[in-house]
């Protein structure tokens, strides 16, 4: 049996299990081993079975050996991790190498260095905490935009005799090449183009809708959509690259939704509800409803400011840092001195991390492969925008490519097992309500997520090779 002794450093946060191991208790395996080697390989030269053992040593001795080591080691190190209950993070390291070979066998000496995590408790969390909750206001000038906005998305017809254009009008116009403010005698055109008042550029857009139909303008085609570059092309439709950037505009057409009439069934239909047929009922109602759209948005603050609260009331997990950073940089950054700021941000994705799996023990939060599954599905349903059953046979062989990649199959994992957690934690903190309007939330929103995202997303570039699954 080989000799096993450890040392734990409660200052830096690791132990390091050393473990001898004689020549005579590896070397059986390794004989034994390349016997079935001599009975199985098949090599040119050599009949089944034939193969000199001097010959199969040369070729497969030392890999067979370093094999046969590494197994005996595994061994010993994870008896040594279930005993010992250490919160480990990181992989195990170890400190030296040996020099035994298939050619000069002898007694090997590792030590394996661990990083662990100390037992804690989690801190912060009481019902004496009340962390801000927002109920999203709707004033009547938002509403009234909205009633506007949907009676005309759901419209089918269109006032007739539109001489002006508005916003939100359909217009159509006939291009034509000129050049100075004169169509060429030659000229390239295009009739119905449509222009997309929201594309084009400011300073034409004001000009558009000052314009009446039939009016001529002179334009830069660059102008009637910002969005594109070879507009030129996409306008004339030839092909042809020397002409100049320069059109006149003819408005041909002007198309105006007609809005639906305020009836009820408008808002019977506006709201999925056969018994509204007042009109004060419905505002009320339409105005409850943007307000519960908000719901999602509110509930991922409210979740936030759990988090934030719980990582500044526990901002004293001891991680092994210094252990944490030779790992990334020789097991993920080829020897590369890692950066402060990634670094930093790994360690703090490291510590919510370990925050996550006591507060899942203690709250009894588990994740079953179904539940790992169905948030699969959802996304598959929810990026096509199709309506369909998540659990429809058409996703089946995406949701099992999914489910085989490791990766993606952790992300989704710690989606879930942090939204079910979240469900937990929010009736563990008080609420402190506060009404706030659309504009203060989206301030808020942004707050917590838009600037900090564009931090994280730019450590997560630096970070891609680092989160690896044996990292977190």
């Given at each position: 049996?080989?000799?096993l002794?450890?040392?734990i450093?409660?200052?830096?946060?690791?132990?390091?299990?050393?473990?001898e191991?004689?020549?005579?208790e590896?070397l059986?395996?390794?004989?034994?081993?390349?016997?079935?080697?001599?009975?199985?390989?098949?090599?040119?030269?050599?009949?089944?079975?034939?193969?000199p053992?001097?010959?199969?040593?040369?070729?497969?001795?030392?890999?067979?050996?370093?094999?046969?080591?590494?197994?005996?080691?595994?061994?010993?190190?994870?008896?040594?991790l279930?005993?010992?209950?250490?919160?480990?993070?990181?992989?195990?390291?170890?400190?030296?190498?040996?020099?035994?070979?298939?050619?000069?066998?002898?007694?090997?000496?590792?030590?394996?260095?661990?990083?662990?995590i100390p037992?804690?408790?989690?801190?912060?969390?009481?019902?004496?905490?009340?962390?801000?909750?927002?109920?999203?206001?709707i004033?009547?000038q938002?509403?009234?935009?909205?009633?506007?906005s949907?009676?005309?998305?759901?419209?089918?017809?269109?006032?007739?005799?539109?001489?002006?254009?508005?916003?939100?009008?359909s217009?159509?116009?006939?291009?034509s090449?000129?050049?100075?403010?004169?169509?060429?005698?030659?000229?390239?055109?295009?009739?119905?183009?449509?222009?997309?008042?929201?594309?084009?550029?400011?300073?034409?857009?004001?000009?558009?809708?000052?314009?009446?139909?039939g009016?001529?303008?002179?334009v830069?085609?660059?102008?009637?959509?910002?969005?594109?570059?070879?507009?030129?092309?996409?306008y004339?439709?030839?092909?042809?690259?020397?002409?100049?950037?320069?059109?006149?505009?003819e408005?041909?057409?002007?198309?105006r939704?007609?809005?639906?009439?305020?009836?009820?069934?408008?808002?019977?239909?506006?709201?999925q509800?056969?018994t509204?047929e007042?009109?004060?009922?419905?505002?009320?109602?339409l105005?409850?409803?943007?307000?519960?759209?908000?719901?999602?948005?509110v509930?991922n603050?409210?979740?936030?400011?759990?988090?934030?609260?719980?990582?500044?009331?526990?901002?004293?997990?001891r991680?092994?840092?210094?252990?944490l950073?030779?790992?990334v940089?020789?097991?993920?950054?080829?020897?590369?001195?890692?950066?402060?700021?990634?670094?930093?941000?790994l360690?703090?994705?490291?510590?919510?991390?370990?925050?996550?799996?006591?507060?899942?023990?203690?709250?009894?939060?588990n994740?079953?492969?179904?539940?790992?599954?169905?948030?699969?599905?959802?996304?598959?349903?929810?990026?096509?925008?199709?309506q369909?059953?998540?659990?429809?046979?058409?996703?089946?062989?995406?949701?099992?490519?999914?489910?085989?990649?490791?990766?993606t199959y952790?992300?989704?994992?710690?989606?879930?097992q942090?939204s079910?957690?979240?469900?937990?934690?929010?009736?563990?903190?008080?609420?402190?309500?506060?009404?706030v309007?659309?504009d203060e939330?989206?301030?808020?929103?942004?707050?917590?997520?838009?600037?900090?995202?564009?931090?994280?997303e730019?450590?997560?570039?630096k970070?891609?090779?680092?989160?690896?699954?044996?990292?977190?």
């Amino acid at each position: 049996m080989p000799t096993l002794n450890h040392v734990i450093n409660e200052d830096t946060n690791t132990a390091v299990l050393s473990i001898e191991l004689k020549a005579a208790e590896y070397l059986p395996k390794v004989e034994k081993k390349l016997k079935e080697y001599k009975n199985k390989v098949q090599l040119k030269g050599f009949r089944n079975g034939e193969v000199p053992m001097s010959f199969l040593k040369a070729k497969f001795g030392n890999s067979i050996l370093s094999e046969e080591i590494q197994g005996i080691v595994n061994d010993e190190l994870s008896a040594f991790l279930d005993q010992s209950k250490l919160n480990v993070v990181g992989s195990p390291m170890p400190l030296n190498k040996y020099d035994a070979s298939i050619q000069k066998p002898q007694d090997v000496k590792l030590d394996i260095e661990i990083g662990f995590i100390p037992q804690f408790e989690v801190k912060g969390i009481s019902k004496e905490y009340a962390l801000p909750f927002y109920t999203v206001s709707i004033d009547d000038q938002t509403l009234d935009k909205e009633i506007d906005s949907q009676r005309k998305k759901r419209s089918s017809e269109f006032e007739s005799d539109v001489n002006d254009i508005q916003e939100g009008d359909s217009v159509s116009v006939t291009l034509s090449e000129s050049e100075n403010g004169t169509v060429k005698s030659e000229a390239l055109s295009a009739e119905s183009v449509i222009v997309n008042l929201e594309n084009c550029s400011e300073a034409l857009k004001d000009r558009l809708l000052k314009a009446m139909i039939g009016e001529k303008l002179t334009v830069n085609l660059a102008d009637l959509d910002i969005k594109t570059d070879d507009t030129k092309i996409n306008y004339y439709g030839s092909g042809v690259n020397h002409y100049s950037n320069e059109a006149e505009a003819e408005i041909t057409e002007i198309k105006r939704i007609k809005k639906r009439d305020l009836n009820a069934d408008f808002f019977k239909e506006l709201l999925q509800d056969e018994t509204v047929e007042d009109y004060n009922v419905f505002r009320e109602r339409l105005r409850s409803a943007i307000s519960d759209s908000f719901s999602s948005a509110v509930y991922n603050v409210y979740n936030r400011s759990i988090f934030e609260h719980l990582m500044k009331h526990n901002d004293d997990l001891r991680l092994p840092t210094d252990f944490l950073k030779r790992f990334v940089q020789e097991t993920q950054m080829n020897g590369k001195t890692i950066e402060d700021g990634q670094f930093s941000e790994l360690v703090k994705q490291l510590s919510w991390g370990t925050l996550i799996n006591e507060l899942c023990s203690i709250n009894n939060v588990n994740v079953s492969p179904e539940d790992v599954e169905y948030e699969m599905r959802m996304a598959i349903v929810s990026y096509y925008g199709i309506q369909i059953s998540p659990f429809h046979n058409l996703f089946d062989d995406q949701v099992k490519k999914m489910k085989e990649d490791k990766e993606t199959y952790r992300k989704y994992y710690e989606d879930v097992q942090e939204s079910k957690l979240f469900v937990a934690l929010e009736e563990q903190f008080s609420k402190d309500n506060k009404v706030v309007t659309i504009d203060e939330f989206k301030s808020i929103y942004d707050s917590f997520f838009v600037k900090k995202q564009e931090k994280e997303e730019a450590e997560a570039e630096k970070l891609d090779s680092i989160l690896e699954n044996e990292v977190l």
